[in-house]
């Protein structure tokens, strides 16, 4: 371990690392108990690479999208434990917890290194201010650019995410926008800044399906553009599959399998991601997770071990205790005693 920290304990990012998440737990104090919203999550966001990470809802992917921008819900959201070092072009990697969520560094880090889009535009734009006019505070803030140059800049990435006359949408109001022109407005607002890396935290769920291909289309020619990482957060498998290069799959505030696009798909050793992608319909709205009956334990009452054990068709006594996570091969793990070394379960999950 010692060669893979710096000097003042932090990790030391690999020259293709961007953000490097470490055991993050996030708890939530309500009264009904604590709900460990995201419960010792590690993972790691390449340069220019598009991380996917699905889950039903409820399994923790917006806590953890939300912890990369130190921006939980206070006060019953808590940071327990964890660290998130953000790769700059110099110095140390930043460690974005340590910073207050409040903070003049935590607000040059949000817009200017990640940015995220969030699911509904409409309670992400504010009514009262015209698009350009909100383009132009992201731009003016971080940038110090003049009142005309942030106008060119707003009609400029409007035009950049798909918008025609441009010079004119940037008076519009959101109201004055159909549902897609909003959402490309978000995405034009998140990528003002040149952000490296943009969270989308399901940005096209409220979309139809032929604007959801064009926005994810849009997303992706612009991370050539732009040299960004995006973290793709969505229920929608269909959408995993189109855009993404690497899949973690989350379940109950964990996460249960991580590896390629490819070997999620076509090879998924965790018994949860076999039954998604079982239970993927054949017909209507394509790759749309349906949620597992039963599957998703309550937050207060969570079951001794691995959390899907009481749903799977292949636990037995061991699973009583919480499974590590197993590597499968290179990328690839499960977090599964099924694949644990010497384990006799192996082919009975295949
Ligand atoms: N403000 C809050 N107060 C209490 N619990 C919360 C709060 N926000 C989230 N949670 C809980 O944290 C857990 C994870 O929530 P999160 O929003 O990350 O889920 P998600 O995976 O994004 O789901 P979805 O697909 O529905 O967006 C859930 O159990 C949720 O009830
Ligand atoms: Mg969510």
Redesign the pocket.
Known sequence: MQDSFLGRGHPMLKQDQLVNVEDLQVF?H?DDGI?R?VDGVSFDIKKQETLGVL?E???????TARALLNLI?RP??RIHNGKIFLHQEQGQPLDILSLNPFGKQMGRVRGREISIVFQEPMTSLNPVYTIGQQIMEAVRLHHGLSKKAARDRAAEMLSLVGISSPAESVDKYPHEFSGGMRQRAMIAIALSCSPKLLIAD?PTTALDVTIESQILELMQELQDTMNMSIMFIT?DLGVIGEIADRVIVMYAGKIVERGTCREIFYEPKHPYTQKLLESRPKVGKEGELSSIRGSVPS?FSLPKGCYFAPSCDHAHDRCHQDPEEIRISEGHWAKCWLYDEGGDNIAAAE
Not at 57 to 63: A, F, P, W, Y
């Open positions: 939530f309500t709900v919203a889950g809802s409820g399994c923790g992917k917006s806590i819900p019953r959201g399901e229920h937050p």
